[in-house]
């Protein structure tokens, strides 16, 4: 008598297909996260402590922030969408075999081979870990802004920085002012929004003095 094992065909038990990594989800809803923020601090900022100082008859501290919001705004989300660089993969009929050397202001430079990108590199590119691919003039990946910095949009990133500085010093003499002007009035809404800024000028500060002191 044939056992029933061996008479019943095997059959293999099927199982879900593993579930490939997205390893850009994170860093994208970080970096959207980032605008969002900024968004939404910036609306706190002109509907509570800027607002009532405009109504006032103090106009310039809208005047002077707003166009710098709009400036931070605008280089943010160019940088996010912006090209650093990127060098398309060459083909398979190269090899790391070949030499390539190039001439740059009277010095030879020999081209390095990507192995991933399967092509050899011009002086000065990387190829970033982060977004697998191999930028011209590749300066650093920025994780706030989920993208490389490189030659095509170094611009943005310098014009990201300034823009922040400024308007960051800004939107902090605008608040550490509005606090001064409504010392006599009781806590509402407007100082409530207006005291986080200065906290983090008071913290600032504080560690400077620490670091100074070691």
Not at 29 to 36: T, W
Request: with cysteine; aromatic share 14%.
């Amino acid at each position: 008598m044939i056992p029933l094992r061996d008479a019943l065909p095997l059959v293999k038990e099927r199982r879900p297909p593993p579930l490939l990594p997205l390893p850009w989800v994170l860093p994208s809803l970080f970096a959207a996260c980032n605008v969002v923020l900024l968004v939404f601090l910036s609306g706190l900022f002109f509907a509570f402590p800027c607002r009532w100082l405009a109504q006032n008859g103090e106009w310039a501290f809208p005047v002077v922030t707003g166009p710098l919001f709009v400036l931070t705004f605008f280089s943010l989300v160019s940088l996010n969408f912006s090209d650093p660089g990127i060098l398309h993969q060459g083909s398979a009929e190269q090899g790391p075999l070949t030499m390539h050397v190039v001439w740059v202001n009277h010095r030879a430079f020999r081209l390095q081979w990507c192995p991933k990108c399967c092509f050899h590199c011009p002086p000065g590119t990387y190829h970033c870990p982060w977004c697998n691919v191999c930028v011209e003039d590749f300066d650093h990946h920025c994780k706030w802004v989920n993208n490389c910095i490189g030659h095509r949009n170094f611009r943005f990133f310098m014009l990201l920085v300034l823009s922040l500085c400024l308007y960051s010093g800004a939107l902090l003499v605008t608040c550490l002012i509005f606090l001064v002007r409504t010392t006599h009035l009781p806590f509402s809404t407007d100082k409530a929004v207006a005291y986080p800024p200065t906290w983090g000028s008071r913290g600032r500060r504080r560690g400077l003095g620490l670091w100074g002191r070691g």
